[in-house]
């Protein structure tokens, strides 16, 4: 069943950890997104990835850091800066290049965080 | 820089009305459009994309580069077509703009 993996579903941190979450594909996809969705501003890119070893910032990347070791696996690590990460987040994926699925993004189902 | 606006955050109309959600962009180069939608308890997904000029659940949707606008339609709407909808540019790089989003309630 191909597709895209997020984990945890809900995650709980305390104020001044850092906490990462996961995100896996078997899509065999190149490309791989994250986005924060918050109520009334839509999804936000935080970063996003075209290749291995090669990612970019988004529109919101402080306090965020991300990963691509492997063209399977993009975690995403919210760090103690991040000022307000309370929030859902979601992952997703897109074949690379000039196939005819170019820039269709698969998401994944979500991760909410909640800071106490 | 490159920008979705999706006007309303709300939007209610009856079984079996016109359904107009409205998209405007602002972007210097060629665009590509699409529209994604979020059903409850289900994943965010495509719905339809410019250049496929396809209807899809019967919604459509034209790109008036004149206007700079990309509006989803459907001439008579279903209870089904309540969710979320979003409203999403590629602007370069491989990198989607995504607007706000319009939460769409058809009332039977």
């Known amino acids: 069943d191909g597709g895209i993996t997020q984990s945890p579903k809900y995650l709980f941190r305390k104020e001044g950890q850092n906490v990462t979450l996961s995100c896996e594909q078997n899509?065999?996809?190149?490309?791989m997104y994250w986005y924060r969705q918050d109520p009334g501003q839509g999804l936000r890119l935080i970063y996003y990835?075209?290749?291995?070893?090669?990612?970019q910032k988004g529109d919101i990347a402080e306090g965020y850091s991300v990963s691509r070791e492997k063209k399977e696996s993009f975690p995403l690590t919210v760090t103690s800066a991040q000022k307000n990460p309370t929030a859902f987040y979601l992952c997703?994926?897109?074949?690379?290049?000039?196939?005819?699925?170019?820039?269709?993004?698969?998401f994944g189902a979500g991760s909410r965080l909640t800071v106490l | 820089a490159q920008r979705v606006t999706q006007p309303e955050k709300l939007l209610s109309v009856f079984k079996g009305a016109p359904v107009e959600l409205k998209c405007n962009y602002s972007?210097?180069?060629?665009?590509?459009l699409f529209w994604y939608v979020q059903y409850s308890r289900q994943r965010l997904q495509l719905l339809l994309r410019?250049?496929s000029r396809e209807s899809i659940k019967g919604f459509t949707a034209d790109l008036n580069k004149g206007e700079t606008s990309f509006h989803l339609k459907k001439p008579f709407a279903q209870e089904e077509d309540s969710a979320m909808y979003y409203c999403?540019?590629?602007?370069?790089?491989?990198?989607?703009?995504f607007g706000q989003g319009t939460r769409l309630t058809i009332n039977p």
């Open positions: 990835s075209q290749i291995v070893n090669d990612f």
């Open positions: 899509l065999n996809h190149d490309a």
């Open positions: 997703a994926s897109s074949p690379q290049g000039t196939s005819s699925g170019a820039n269709v993004l698969t």
């Open positions: 410019h250049i």
């Open positions: 972007y210097s180069g060629s665009p590509e």
């Open positions: 999403a540019l590629e602007s370069g790089a491989q990198k989607l703009v």
